[in-house]
């Protein structure tokens, strides 16, 4: 029997409906977890994690339910996070700055935008208004956490200060702001997120002035961390793509209005 070669407008129609179900197909397909389940670090950091709640807490909840992957969670030092991500004890960790050195190791799939304002003691903020009146000031010493970077520009100006002696490193954010307050420095970088809640929960709102002391830099962007001892470039592009879909369903801007009022919401999502 002789088969009739198929009609021009047949072989359209089919390719058009194979274009129409490609992506439908695509998202039936199942995540490709790991098989062990993953192991995740989060971090305290105010608004974004605090005693098992917080913006991050939330979107690995999301991400679990979306993906299906099994996650094997516990709350560690900075510091110790990443030493543990580039030696491979470590899977996966949350809200990072991407960095040259930390590319060695780690695959970043970036969630949210968030910029240092400088937060200095009441007693010095008649004389202290930008970057260069508290380098100006010998006596003031400059508080961060251990491994945090902080953008560009900033990390320039902190390099300047530890030069002169004048920077206390924290194991973590809290005992960051408690210096702060106990007068043992007199400023810390921190994000809006994060002195939302410590400013309240600490009573330090009448102690602190929150300044923008590099008004033209933006917001960095900070996201999933993914060891590369356990993801490949494909896996982490993966999540990368969850995270897009959940900015464009509008799940990332439901979780960050959970803890954060709108115009912070939108900055966070400028990324």
């Not at 408690?178 to 007199?186: F, I, N, P, T």
């Not at 060891?227 to 490949?232: E, I, P, T, W």
Request: proline share 7%; with cysteine.
């Amino acid at each position: 029997m002789k088969i009739a070669p198929a009609r021009p407008a047949l072989l359209l129609t089919a390719l058009r409906l194979g274009a129409l179900l490609a992506p439908l197909l695509a998202q039936a397909a199942p995540f490709p977890c790991p098989a062990q389940p993953i192991r995740l670090a989060f971090y305290e950091y105010g608004l974004l994690y605090h005693q098992g709640r917080g913006i991050d807490r939330d979107l690995v909840d999301e991400l679990a339910r979306r993906t299906g992957c099994r996650f094997d969670t516990r709350v560690m030092p900075r510091a110790r996070i990443w030493a543990d991500l580039e030696s491979g004890a470590l899977d996966m960790s949350v809200s990072g700055i991407q960095t040259p050195a930390r590319d060695r190791f780690a695959w970043f799939a970036h969630y949210l935008s968030m910029k240092n304002h400088a937060l200095v003691s009441s007693a010095l903020a008649g004389e202290v208004r930008q970057a260069s009146d508290f380098l100006a000031t010998p006596r003031a010493l400059f508080g961060v956490v251990r491994a945090f970077k902080h953008g560009e520009q900033q990390d320039r100006w902190l390099d300047t200060l530890r030069q002169a002696q004048r920077v206390q490193e924290s194991p973590d954010a809290q005992t960051l702001y408690l210096k702060l307050k106990q007068g043992r420095v007199q400023a810390i970088f921190s994000q809006p997120p994060v002195y939302r809640h410590y400013l309240p929960t600490l009573d330090m709102q009448q102690q602190v002035s929150v300044q923008d002391w590099t008004p033209q830099e933006k917001g960095v962007p900070h996201g999933l961390i993914l060891a590369k001892s356990r993801f490949s470039q494909t896996e982490a592009q993966h999540w990368q793509e969850q995270l897009h879909q959940m900015r464009a369903d509008g799940s990332l801007r439901a979780i960050y209005l959970r803890y954060l009022p709108p115009a912070d919401t939108d900055a966070l999502l400028d990324f």
